[in-house]
């Protein structure tokens, strides 16, 4: 495996700090790696830092956005991370997400479910708080026997405990990828589990698909291989990495090749 382009680290809903990311690539001997962190940014400097020479680092996010009622997630890749308009956004919605988690752990507290906010709140100031960290503390606190439960029971889509996250349009999530100078990429695109809808991406502008990833089969990957050809899209692939917590793929175990990774560098330069 020669890049793993969709790893998730402690500054979204991953487990692991960037460090303990780079020595796990180190170790499986990955030569170029993005870490996709849930609408947030946090994260790229210190990797870079971190990676020196010995791991090529490619800015990247994962942004949340909003197709009707369908949550879709649009990677970034090459994005300008120093870029003031791309920082406000990112900062905003980590406010977002703060205010997002304290209702949800309000509205579990009213039901008998309680919780201690300014422990999980305590995370981290950079940290882009999600239902994860809340799942963790259902766990800690004895509510529920793993994160999987407490996604069924009280953080899933059709809770009464749900609080949606901030709307915006995906192809406005798309054109402001395009404005931070990055190349906008339909994250694992068989979760979206709908041809029409990911032709519907493609017209908004995508310039690729993430073939590979964990919850795709061979027939969803030769599917998205033969969809990216013939659209004359980029084709990316990664773990979706987050720790050793959840169903989601190990580092080194799934990714991209070498020449996926040139052309989307060939993509940056022009």
Not at 132 to 137: E, F, L, R, S, T
């Amino acid at each position: 495996m020669y890049a793993d382009l969709h790893i998730h680290s402690c500054y979204s809903d991953g487990m692991l700090t960037p460090a303990e990311i780079i020595r796990i690539c180190e170790e499986c001997k990955i030569k170029t790696i993005a870490i996709t962190d849930h609408d947030s940014i946090s994260s790229i400097k210190e990797t870079i830092q971190l990676a020196q020479d010995k791991i090529d680092v490619v800015p990247a996010v994962e942004m949340s956005s909003n197709l009707g009622d369908l949550d879709i997630h649009i990677l970034g890749y090459y994005i300008d991370y120093k870029n003031a308009d791309l920082i406000d956004y990112f900062e905003n919605y980590r406010q977002h997400r703060l205010e997002r988690a304290e209702k949800i752990v309000e509205k579990l507290s009213r039901a008998g479910v309680k919780l201690d906010f300014a422990r999980i709140k305590g995370i981290g100031n950079d940290v882009a708080l999600g239902r994860p960290h809340i799942a963790g503390a259902l766990l800690a606190n004895g509510y529920v026997n793993s994160i999987g439960e407490a996604f069924i029971r009280f953080l899933g889509y059709h809770s009464a405990y749900y609080v949606p996250k901030k709307s915006i349009h995906t192809e406005e999530a798309i054109k402001k990828i395009k404005e931070w100078k990055g190349i906008p990429v339909v994250a694992h695109p068989g979760i979206i589990n709908s041809e029409e809808v990911i032709h519907q991406l493609i017209s908004y502008g995508v310039y690729g698909l993430e073939v590979w990833h964990p919850e795709h089969n061979k027939r969803a990957q030769d599917n998205f291989f033969e969809m990216a050809m013939k659209n004359g899209l980029l084709m990316t692939g990664g773990s979706d990495f987050h720790g050793f917590r959840n169903k989601f793929g190990l580092i080194g175990k799934i990714g991209c090749g070498h020449k996926e990774v040139l052309r989307l560098k060939r993509m940056k330069v022009e």
